[in-house]
């Protein structure tokens, strides 16, 4: 059986350049590629931790025609981060106008520290306390 590794997972977003500043400058992610597509009028931007060689990334697709930001839906569930200071993560996210639907805290039926946050898109990102 051939080895598998995750590569990275997409999320279709409606400012590429909100996303890009939420991703890298307050989640301190980098911007790895990016690239338009005239024909297909769509653009791909990467960012992730680490280089895409190793390391699962965040493609982020933003169709230059949307004229609505996307559905959700209800299928779509998180995508978790580890971070060091779960409280003073959040409190730095909160001061840069970032919501925060579910403040840190043991979550329930354990004891790990997590906290939700939302992108500009709504979609929902777990902080998970990683000591």
């Excluded at 051939?2 to 890009?20: C, E, G, N, P, W």
């Excluded at 653009?43 to 680490?50: E, N, P």
């Excluded at 209800?74 to 971070?83: E, N």
Aim: glycine content about 10%.
């Amino acid at each position: 059986m051939a080895k598998f590794r995750m590569l990275h997972t997409m999320l279709r977003v409606y400012d590429l350049d909100k996303s890009i500043d939420f991703y890298t400058r307050l989640l301190g992610m980098k911007l790895l590629r990016r690239n338009d597509y005239e024909g297909g009028r769509f653009t791909l931007a990467f960012v992730g931790y680490g280089e895409e060689s190793d390391h699962t990334v965040l493609e982020l697709t933003h169709n230059w025609d949307q004229k609505e930001p996307y559905d959700l839906g209800s299928a779509y569930g998180h995508i978790a981060i580890g971070v060091p200071d779960i409280y003073a993560t959040c409190k730095e996210l909160e001061a840069e106008g970032v919501k925060i639907p579910r403040p840190p805290g043991p979550m329930k039926h354990g004891t790990t520290v997590i906290a939700f946050i939302e992108d500009p898109d709504g979609y929902k990102v777990e902080l998970i306390e990683r000591s």
